[in-house]
């Protein structure tokens, strides 16, 4: 599967289907593909369920599609922050569904995915809201709540460099969620800082192996 | 192999309730040295302000890196370099990053010798309330909280002992949703310290406060240390 | 997206049976340009010779490695350096390296497009069996096997059609221990090349055997594409 | 838990006990950590468990310590090689206890050890020798097998640089096992071509974080 190098980011976006799963990276603004996001909602893309930590800051990016109904659900860790103003107004009126995940849960989950674990037994969440009506099992005198994979059939991520073939590398804590998603989706797109030639990245250094990255673009905006 | 003892000046026992920067030192004396430490968003942050430059203890935070350094200063600033709450912050010599699911492996396995969380509640068999309100309105969000308080080997919460209303919030059951059971090891508030393990809630330290006023307002069994 | 169809010259079909190294071409021809593929320990490496420079195919190593380039010369050899038969070898541009947990996550996450395998015997749905024979006295060792069998989205096994005295290895079903279930997509042999699915054990190309004769020899059923 | 710089490789073994799970990485002889193996062998702890991938070759390093009947059982992958002598002996004369891993199960119990995961649902091996007696279940329609972690007392690695904090790089396919073997066990011994100032690694670049590492030891012997 030849990784495609985009010119633009709303050609690494073209064919998102409605009803798809995305998951988008970032912790905050740090390694969110803010351009491919844009794209997506340009692209038109609806009915989505949209798998990220947070769910949306602002009125712009994860936001902004929350603000066009385009999503139908988010899967994330913390959706509540000081400006999550749109997703807390959808939410508060029954326009969007939410399920809450521990965020090493969240994690781990799209971890099974990409690693083909059927289902994994956890200590997070054991005797909690979050894990009600969830399988749970003794194992050594623990409580452990099975926890099934969360597949994307999109990921949107942001790294720093590319090299040509796709193999990513990241910087410093925008790395987060970004290599774990490019495990777990059908059709990876990744929005760089920079595009290198191949060969010019330390292969004890990548990050991400070029197997797990579809489509990559080199960020138009300045940093 | 146990952490390093470091030689700590302790926190002189105050006749006043601690403000959140001296519970902060008092957490921070009882971190020891080389420990592999997460600090809780919030106030528990506040406890890296107390640690000395020579102790040895590297902190960790969930979305991604071991060594974290002090909050970035003006020109200090990377957009790609912040802690769990999203706060800017530095790298020391020696830092290490790594992604979610490595970094959560890390609090899940054991690995961290200490996390420090906020609380809204913790109960006497060392439950753990600080995620949600259980407000009806309220929208939930967990975050990194359940993984921490069932992953580090020692969970020390930092909390005033009681609401702005009176209300305790060491308790004999939370009321509020969970975070983890049994998990909540040390409790450091502006009024005493308090051990939780099998032998029940046992007060180490108080800060203005009688061990007798104490038994009063709170519903918990108390014991005592020696010496109070 | 689908790996890049790549012009590829035939393999002309023979009056005589294949040797390994015209089997090895003829697996070569059928992988796509673009296509990422784990070459098993033993014949199936012989592979790697016959791919086009410009193929962009990604050879995937399980000791952790993709972009493997080929076997190392003369000094070129590096201990650190080698593949999954523990054969030196090098690195193209483009390599990255990881460790055995990511690298097997890789196999078994189905991100492999194609590896190829050599089998002691196949049936007709598809089970492998290639890691042991059985025998009381055998020590068994299974590897990699199991997890690029379960992993790669196609399976090819490179093997013989008979055993050297003449017992069909492709077979109704398996008498040697189990590899992995329904799992194998064609089997290249000297004779013969299969293809199989829910349609049953299809042949679509015959060296120095007629369809007759394969039938004959075989206790599986046999389909035939059209031309044979 | 302070990371400890040893002297030799016999300081770095000391303490180990009889009884124990002792992980030892490498794959062939890339990251073996021969050092460390002959220091145990010197130290003399018995009644050993060890996991790693294969089961020794020829007479040094693992095949010595199995020689030295310290070995109770060999969990791997791959013990039959061509030049395992010392290993098939005393397993066919029933010397030695033998569980044979798929080595993706192998890489991934350990994983599970180091990632507080009590359990997980593997397609690897289901209907297969391997799988007999293991629970299963279908997932989606395809067959599982639970698999439990593998958690060692001691890991013997090595690795390429380590700084004195701790933080270990590894070199080419050497890596192998090391990593996982790092995060699995309650003592983790490093065997390391060198030791550089804390600081000389760069952040982006380590492999192991000096959390899972305790003790160092830079080998004596030319590579």
Known sequence: MTTRLCATP??????????????????GMAGMPVELIDALIRQGATDLTVVSNNAGNGD????????????????CSFPR????????????????????????????????AGAGIGAFYCPTGAGTLLAEGKETREIDGRTYVLEYPIKGDVALIGAHRADRMGNLVYRKTARNFGPVMATAATTVIAQVHEVVETGAL????????????????????PR | MTPNDRATTPVTDRQ??????????????DIPGGAFVNLGIGQPTLVADHLPADSGVVLHTENGMLNMGPAARDGEVDPDLTNA?????????????????????????????????GAFQVSAAGDLANWHTGAPDAIPAVGGAMDLAIGAKKVFVMMTLFT????????????????????????????????IGAHGVRVTRTFGITPDELAARLEVPLTFAEGL
């Open chain 2, 85 to 117: 709450g999203k706060v800017p912050v530095t790298e020391l010599p020696g830092a290490a990053y790594f992604h979610h699911a490595d970094s959560f492996a890390m609090m899940r396995g054991g690995h961290l010798d200490i996390c420090v969380l």
């Open chain 1, 10 to 27: 709303d050609e690494a976006v073209a064919g998102i289907e409605d009803g798809s799963t995305v998951l988008v990276g970032g912790f």
């Open chain 1, 81 to 112: 922050q000081a400006d999550s103003w749109v997703f807390d107004d959808l939410y508060r009126t029954g326009r969007i569904e939410l399920e809450v995940v521990p965020q090493g849960n969240l994690a781990e989950r799209m971890r099974a």
């Open chain 2, 16 to 29: 006043q309730p601690l403000g959140k920067h001296d519970i902060a030192a008092l957490i921070a004396q």
């Open chain 2, 164 to 195: 702005k209303d009176g209300t305790p919030k060491l308790v004999p059951d939370c009321t509020y949703p969970l975070t983890g059971l049994g998990c909540v090891d040390r409790v450091y508030t502006d009024l005493a310290v308090f051990d």
């Open chain 1, 60 to 75: 712009t990016g994860l936001a902004a599609l929350l603000a066009k109904r385009r999503v139908r659900k988010v899967i």
């Open chain 1, 202 to 221: 330390d292969p004890e250094t990548v990050v991400t192996p070029s197997i797990y990255v579809d489509r990559i673009v080199q960020e138009a905006g």
